[in-house]
């Protein structure tokens, strides 16, 4: 069932297009990776825009905190037109696993390589956020302590929302910052990033 996931999921990336443009929204305008421009990693992938195998190995390094990551793909960025990057990550982890991408699954990858499978897939296809959702989810169940995959999944959840219900969107986020259970690996600049930008749609809350 795993299996099909990731294929299907591929298969959307690579024939689904947008339709509409949403300048402002939850996934486009929050643009947290500026609190980690220390991070050379993050320099590289805000200049290239594009996934390159050593964006790739960063990812899929245990070694490199998982809010770091988060903050490589959101320099990476969007594009209006989509971008492949999450297609590119997945053909580097059947090279990595030694499989091809229709054998590739997430019994196979780690919980940091599902979230980050999870949020390329909504940063190159920002018009349709539910097709990363089943991948973040599983993220985030086995990382439930994790403030930056909680706050990625609650953006992405956000950006559906957002389409219709701007008062939904900003509860979304809201609960994520509430939850005193989540351990704070988010850097307060990006989280405050984040906010600042989301807050607006508070006003929409009755």
Sequence with gaps: MRKK???????????????????????????????????????????EGVMGVEIAEYLSSPENPVDHK?????????????KSNAELYTYYLGLLYHMSITELDTDFLSADEIFCLGYLIAMDDYFHPENAIVLLEEAQKMMKESFTVSMVLALVKAQIAFEQDWCAAWKIIEQVLQNADLKQDLRPEAKKIIVNYMILYREYCK
């Design 70 to 82: 988060a903050a490589v793909i959101n320099a990476l960025s969007w594009r209006f037109e989509g």
């Design 5 to 47: 996931m990731l294929v299907v999921l591929l298969l959307i990336l690579l024939f689904v297009f947008p339709a509409t443009s949403y300048a402002d929204s939850p996934i486009t305008a929050t643009d947290f990776y500026e609190a980690y421009k220390d991070v050379k990693m993050v320099q590289r992938a805000h200049l």
